[in-house]
Nanobody, 115 residues
């Protein structure tokens, strides 16, 4: 079964941290490039972490130095460690597996940064 399941979202105060997890079915984890994206209310979905171009994980300037993507091959899981969170990081966070023209998305997990 092909699936991606995100978890770890929640409400956090500014300056706090969260670690998101995305558990993937083995067929996706082993054959697709995994990345993290987010979509704030009323905005387009944007990339926040991706190793899919050149192998090195790329981050947009808005999260660089605060977010880190990692993976646990034994658990078929990718993570997004988010530190020093800001209100503008509030969004639904999604993981994606992509292989050429085929892509799978998880259902998303809500992250709300507010005091």
């Amino acid at each position: 079964q092909v699936q991606l399941v995100e978890s770890g979202g929640g409400l956090v105060q500014p300056g706090g941290s969260l670690r998101l997890s995305c558990a993937a079915s083995a067929i996706i984890f082993n054959n697709y490039c995994m990345s993290w994206h987010r979509q704030a209310l009323g905005k387009e979905r944007e990339l926040v972490a991706s190793p899919c171009s050149g192998g090195r994980t790329n981050y947009p300037d808005s999260v660089k130095g605060r977010f880190t993507m990692s993976r646990d091959n034994a658990k078929s899981t990718v993570y997004l460690q988010m530190n020093d969170l800001k209100p503008e990081d509030t969004a639904v966070y999604y993981c994606r597996g992509i292989n050429g023209a085929r892509a799978y998305w998880g259902q998303g997990t809500q992250v709300t940064v507010s005091s």
